[in-house]
């Protein structure tokens, strides 16, 4: 996929950026709150729907302004036509319509533009909780996956609902135990789905992740990523699990602790509370890993994300990765912008300091320069 033209209208400090892009490389900078990331974010908004920030709609508006909207013209691999248009007025339900039709939700979005974003905050996928982790896993899968987008959505809403029926057991009232046992039956189908996607997503993604660490790092280090399902338990844990045993091993679970959630008032076993680990020189990462380390993982989990995508979609995601080079060396930030340059990648790379980054890698004819200040685009040389 290729983005060749983008439309930004109202957001944050962008009043009307209309901006053509390289296929490759695309170098994004200018002074802090100059307008960088928000281009990042217009990209994200039309390929999920939302920003990758924790911000809400009605805060994206350009101050002064009622709505915002966005417009991205994209190109498949088999030179498709593909676009995509977002407005969001305040107060009203957001308008989505692309290639795809009109009146749409983000979830229709979710797949059509694979993307693979990485900003500084994304820091605790590698040193924060495990749902965190989870997080990074689901949306890939969600990416690959229309089937796993839905059981992951009818899993919350399934988990949502049995846990409120449990909190009614604290409450002087009869517990519908028929009820009860009709949202554990739905809870562990769906739960069986999710575990088993997972469990196939661990065995074929730490070889992307453990070949581009290596790339990056010069082979200093060992990385892996490790799942550990919640209620399949180790030693019982087989090479090629199956649909039916995972199935088992949750029916057992929801039995032993039936009566401990009714008393906790709480689902306490299911894919809300499996782990990822991942892991250098065995250990864990967010254990031991220095703040340069932490940042080589990131870069090498998004590189092997992008490369996970491409292999199961059969189409190259574009690449977003927002000011990244802080706290990697020189030779660690020559190495990932020749990887992203022997890719086929699109990618966009925000900076403050683009100076360092060309005094340290040698860019092909294909690369492009933006430099943004005040919200306005300027293409350099």
Known sequence: ????RLNIKKLRNHSNSEITFSPLINFIYGPNGAGKTTILEAIHICSFGKTFQPTQDNQLIMKGNESYSISCRCQTDLGTPYDVNVE???GKKKQIRSSLGENLSSKNLIGELPTVVLTPDYKIITSGSPNERRIFVDKILSQCSKIYLDDL?????????????LSKENFPRKFDENLFSSWTEQFIQLSSKIIYKRYTF???FPRYFQSMYSD??????KVNLRYLPDSVTADKYEMKISLDFIYDMLRQRAKEIENVEKKRGLTLFGPQKDEFEILINDGLARDIASQGQHKTLLVSLKIAEYMYLK???NETPVILFDDIFSELDDNRIAKVV????NTDAQSFITTVNIEKILSKTELNLNTKRL???????NETN
């Open 88 to 90: 969001f007025i305040h």
């Open 371 to 377: 430099f943004i200040i005040n919200g306005e685009v």
């Open 1 to 4: 996929m290729i983005i060749k």
């Open 216 to 221: 990056i790092s010069s082979e200093k280090e």
């Open 202 to 204: 661990a065995e074929e």
């Open 153 to 165: 959505i009818k899993f919350k809403k399934t988990l949502k609902q049995r846990n409120a029926l």
């Open 311 to 313: 292999e199961l979609n």
């Open 338 to 341: 020749k990887i992203l340059q």
